[in-house]
């Protein structure tokens, strides 16, 4: 009965209800608004209470940083793998959130004695910028990370005040060598105490040996299409022709000069 209450009921219908069930037509639409009520609670946006609002939002910045997701990928996951339906402003508000804290969290860290820093850049999708990282070579801790900015001398310099302004003394840097971190190492007197990494070391070092390889492959291919056989160093088992030293000294002994 309240079903069809809910379902638009036509000119009529209120009052053949009322009379097959013997109920007022004041009755029936009390029902049918109660009936709407539950169904809204049931079915419509309800707010989280506060410790799965804490679990949703771990799950966001999870697929954030480990999937490297799109906010309208979180969106589409958390819908279809925990039944979870969240805007995407509330997901964009999430990880600002996030961001405001880990730099609240970075301002008050210090360093009690010089630390060793690498020094790197990852570059982004505007063209000529990058993130700006200072990372601790021992405990991994990161000590600034700086938003897309230009890659040059300057950018590096005024990242290395800040470091300094917080209070935090280096020991030595490591970079992979790049000119941008070189001219601003040469302004803040840290040049004596850089060096490269070693992955960047072997990286440079595999494309040097992988060039090598593909010439010298090249090279031997030439060789071969040239001359129509293949390259074979000749031994003691041939004669100058390469013919096997068993068919010519038959051949010596079937004519014999």
């Known amino acids: 009965m309240v079903s ?19 109920v007022s037509r004041q009755t029936l639409y009390r029902w049918a608004a109660t009936g709407r009520q539950a169904l809204e609670e049931a079915l419509g946006d309800h707010h989280l209470p506060p410790k799965q609002n804490e679990a949703i939002s771990f799950v966001v910045l999870t697929l954030l940083i480990e999937t490297h997701a799109s906010y309208r990928g979180i969106q589409t996951c958390l819908r279809e793998l925990h039944g979870v ?14 961001g405001q804290r880990a730099q609240r969290w970075l ?18 999708s505007q063209r000529g910028k990058a993130y700006l990282n200072v990372i601790d070579v021992h405990s991994g801790q990161v000590w600034a990370t700086v938003p897309p900015v230009e890659v040059d001398g300057e950018s590096w310099t005024r990242l290395m005040w800040y470091l300094q302004e917080q ?17 601003a190492l040469s302004q803040v007197h840290g040049q004596e105490h850089h060096q490269r990494d070693v992955w960047h070391l072997f990286h440079v070092a595999a494309q040097v040996q992988g060039r090598l390889d593909r010439a010298v492959q090249a090279e031997q291919d030439r060789l071969l299409t040239s ?4 390259l074979h160093s000749q031994t003691e088992y041939e004669d100058a022709e390469g013919v096997p030293k068993h068919l010519w000294l038959s051949r010596r002994r079937a004519f014999p000069r």
Do not use: C, F, W
């Not at 069809?4 to 013997?22: E, I, K």
């Not at 209070?167 to 001219?183: F, H, L, N």
């Not at 001359?227 to 293949?230: A, F, I, L, T, V």
């Open 227 to 230: 001359s129509g056989k293949p």
């Open 167 to 183: 209070g935090i003394s280096r020991s030595g840097t490591v970079s992979d060598g790049g000119r941008a971190i070189q001219e």
């Open 4 to 22: 069809q209450m809910l379902a638009n009921p036509r000119h009529g219908q209120v009052s053949q209800l009322g009379r097959a069930h013997q």
């Open 85 to 98: 339906h969240l805007s995407l402003g509330s997901i964009v508000g999430i990880v600002k959130e996030a």
């Open 107 to 124: 301002s008050q860290q210090q360093a009690g004695t010089p630390r060793a820093l690498a020094l790197d850049e990852q570059y982004s």
